[in-house]
């Protein structure tokens, strides 16, 4: 393709670089009517953002093809972290080599000292994160009187990073006259509020599909039960076998517990979060880039500027908070044209969460349960006979050695050996508790810890040491999918109680009933409390509640009535433990 609406040095440039043509975001910011022109630009991670604005700036600074000496900066590029900023720098670095450029990069982990001289010895290009920006600008060393462009790259993970008070002084500091680039992901209200501060008549181009958040992004929603999360990353790590992996974790703590389960099962996985140090992140991304771990866990702030450009699946472990969460962790992959998979997964309680999520961001994704041990088993089987009846050419001593195999053992004997071996080399697949509601004739077979309601008109027979108990209310039913085979475990957990120490399980249509026994009620209420957030839940969304008065449905008749002529429901007693709210619950009594 040509290049001639550039200038030589830079066509050239993407020429030896391999470049046929440009993508949207860079043809579009070479247009004549965006010459000169202040740019609000949104474009998915991953377009060719970086060469768009090394491109889009070339008039505030070629002159006759070249650079000519500067005492101070021409051009400012902030990025969000220190990992972009070097790849900012990189990909300037061959764009301008021919014209002579020369570049800093004032980044945090870095020699403050060397970039000090570095800037003194007179630069064109400055790419630095805010805060080692604002240092350098407030001890002298970076002079910003001369600057001619300022580009603000990832500027909506910048905001959200708390970047604000540092990006104001510093474009505080710059000339009116100079030219803003300001690239984002996505343009929420505080981006447009501080596009309209610092710019002027800036002209808006998007090149993110109306449709959907990433055109070259493959979504995927599976629904699982709240104790088989962690067993839902493994078999989807296992069924895909991507070359890299990212895992996206809310807090460090979920990291570190993820990534000690992942590695404890045989996965090559590092960890980035807040808790790790700078060189710590160097050996994990590095680890990534060499292809010696395939797995990252990670948090959303420490997962900010990373490019792996073999990532090809994206877990989000956790829910995303909201809609630009999503965009940017689903935006690792998928990039530069790549197809990419992106899976979130989701606890029963919060599917209609994920759903409103999705629909508001014009999100189109395909929801399933998640993959079973049974389907990783299977689509092992399909991987290896692909990769065994591949076409190869064989050495010499392979052929050798078979031969000597076969004079030992029949062929059926020595491919049931291969197979057990390369399986043995991959983590085995988890057995999830619940892969979805079973038939509706299974739920009603059994009720009692087992089944749903029972057939109409037929009760189950009460538990032996249950006569005094106290009834409590889920805030899930069977439109949350609630089964006991995934409740009993998480009330086990939530209350430290054994699965014996529960009675009977009721599941209506949203909400479940359950009783413990009242001697230890106190006990599972305050551990029931503890293991809560403010809002009374727990990670996957999940309240607890007394049932008020201890009753749960109309008392059987087998009951003797009590003083008031009101009969005890569930074998309940006057006395004892007082049904209280505890935590923030948002439950309403059952009816």
Request: hydrophobic content about 40%.
């Amino acid at each position: 393709m040509s290049f001639n609406h550039l200038s030589p040095v830079l066509a050239e440039a993407l020429g030896a670089r391999g470049y046929d043509a440009l993508t949207p975001v860079q043809s579009q910011v070479t247009e004549d009517a965006a010459q000169g022109r202040d740019l609000l630009v949104s474009a998915q991670t991953g377009s060719g953002k970086t060469v768009a604005f090394g491109l889009a700036m070339a008039g505030e600074l070629l002159e006759g093809g070249r650079l000519t000496f500067a005492a101070a900066p021409l051009a400012l590029i902030i990025a969000p972290t220190r990992e972009l900023a070097l790849q900012v720098s990189r990909e300037l670095g061959w764009l301008y080599a021919k014209a002579g450029a020369r570049i800093a990069t004032c980044v945090g982990g870095m020699d403050a000292s060397r970039e000090r001289r570095n800037l003194n010895q007179g630069v064109h290009i400055v790419v630095g994160t805010p805060g080692r920006l604002r240092d350098h600008l407030e001890r002298g060393a970076l002079d910003l009187e001369s600057l001619r462009v300022a580009v603000l790259d990832e500027a909506d993970e910048m905001l959200d990073m708390g970047f604000r008070e540092d990006l104001e002084e510093i474009l505080d500091a710059t000339p009116q006259s100079r030219r803003t680039l300001l690239f984002s992901a996505t343009i929420p209200k505080p981006i447009a509020q501080l596009a309209k501060r610092y710019q002027r008549d800036a002209l808006r181009i998007s090149t993110v599909g109306e449709d959907r958040g990433h055109g070259d992004i493959a979504y995927q929603v599976v629904t699982v039960a709240p104790a088989d999360i962690e067993g839902a990353v493994i078999n989807l790590l296992r069924l895909h076998e991507p070359d890299t992996a990212m895992l996206f974790c809310a807090t460090r703590d979920n990291v570190r517990r993820l990534h000690a389960r992942l590695v404890n099962r045989g996965f090559a996985a590092v960890a980035l979060s807040g808790e790790h140090s700078q060189n710590e992140r160097n050996h994990a991304l590095q680890a990534l880039r060499d292809r010696r771990a395939r797995v990252c866990v990670a948090t959303d702030v420490a997962a900010r500027g990373i490019d792996l450009p073999s990532l090809s699946l994206v877990i989000h472990v956790e829910i995303p908070r909201d809609a630009e969460t999503l965009q940017h962790r689903s935006g690792r992959t998928g990039r530069a044209g790549k197809k990419g998979t992106a899976v979130l997964i989701v606890p029963y309680p919060r599917r209609r969460r994920v759903d409103a999520m999705l629909r508001g961001t014009r999100i189109e994704a395909e929801w399933g349960n998640a993959p079973s041990a049974a389907d990783v088993r299977q689509k092992d089987q399909e991987r290896l006979i692909e990769k065994l009846l591949a076409p190869v050419e064989h050495e010499p001593d392979d052929l050798e050695l078979a031969q000597r195999l076969l004079a030992e053992r029949s062929p059926e004997d020595i491919a049931a050996s291969l197979v057990r071996a390369h399986r043995a080399t991959m983590p085995p697949p988890e057995d999830l508790i619940d892969n979805g509601p079973p038939p509706r004739r299974e739920r009603r077979e059994g009720f009692e810890q087992g089944g749903d309601h029972p057939p109409r008109g037929e009760r189950s027979p009460r538990r032996e040491g249950f006569d005094d108990s106290v009834w409590f209310r889920l805030n899930i039913g069977r439109r949350q999918n609630a089964d006991p085979r995934w409740i009993l475990p998480l009330l086990c957990r939530r209350g430290h109680v054994t699965k014996h120490e529960i009675g009977a399980i009721r599941i209506g249509p949203s909400e479940t009933l359950f009783n413990i026994p009242l001697a230890i009620a106190d006990r599972f209420a305050e551990a029931v409390e503890r293991s809560a957030n403010a809002d009374g839940e727990d990670e996957s969304g999940v309240a607890i509640t007394p049932a008020p008065g201890g009753a749960a449905y109309p008392p059987r008749r087998d009951k003797a009535p009590r003083k008031g002529g009101k009969p005890l429901a569930g074998g309940g007693k006057p006395g004892g433990f007082k049904a209280k709210p505890f935590g923030k619950g948002k439950g309403r009594a059952p009816r």
